[in-house]
């Protein structure tokens, strides 16, 4: 099987992680947010279970409380300055996604990635696989889903099927070094913008899910980013050089 063609599976993410996207991917309550709006024990009460659903595992107030504060001090100190690390970036846009939701126990988690992995093997298109707390999210091309791959599966396994989304991959330099406000950055820059992202995958490869009228625009939006990037980079570059001689 090439590798490029093997689904990606990811562990699952971290209580800050997953407070940081609740706030960020609900309109309402990150706009409260940015202006202090909120109350920051009775979020962490209301998205509680939430946290716990998408973590998979059980966490207190207090922990949440922690989370929204250090994300508090981050949006404090986002600027709209260049992310340096996009300088050597590459992205490409796929149209006509799903999003699929497998609902399954543990002891057959396995068993079904292994499954779609053999599939896999003979789609045109790269399948991306993420595991959560007792499911796995699937984002595959939507014509391919439809005749190869939802066919294969338990249909008693298939808990939702999102379809006319875009994916958005960005794929930085190996040479540089994930920064850990990455994610929310992508996420205010397109924000700003009106574009709205309904699933942030973030690793070695970043995967945006939005909506399929929004992925050109989304797409235009970061490749203007990158190079806001490069240009930075070289000015820096040259700058460091000037005074070195």
Known sequence: MPPDKNPRLTGKPSIPAVVSSIITHNPAIYECFKQRLLNYHALATNIKAEVEKVAGRPTTINTIVVAITRFSETVGETKPQPFLILRDARITLTSDVVDVTIKCKKSELFQTVKRVAEISSNLNEAVHLFQLSNSIKLIAD???????????????????????????????????????????????????????????????????????????RAYEIMRQEIDRSRATHSNLTSDSRKRQS
Request: hydrophobic share 35%.
């Open 142 to 216: 939507e014509g391919e889903y439809s005749s190869m791959i939802g066919p294969s599966l338990d249909k008693m396994f298939i808990a939702s099927v999102t379809t006319q989304l875009s994916r958005l991959d960005i794929r930085l330099s190996p040479a540089v070094e994930m920064t850990p406000g990455f994610g929310f950055f992508l996420t205010e820059l397109l924000y700003r913008q009106g574009i709205s992202l309904r699933h942030t995958y973030i690793g070695e490869e970043t995967v945006l899910i939005l909506g399929r009228d929004d992925g050109p």
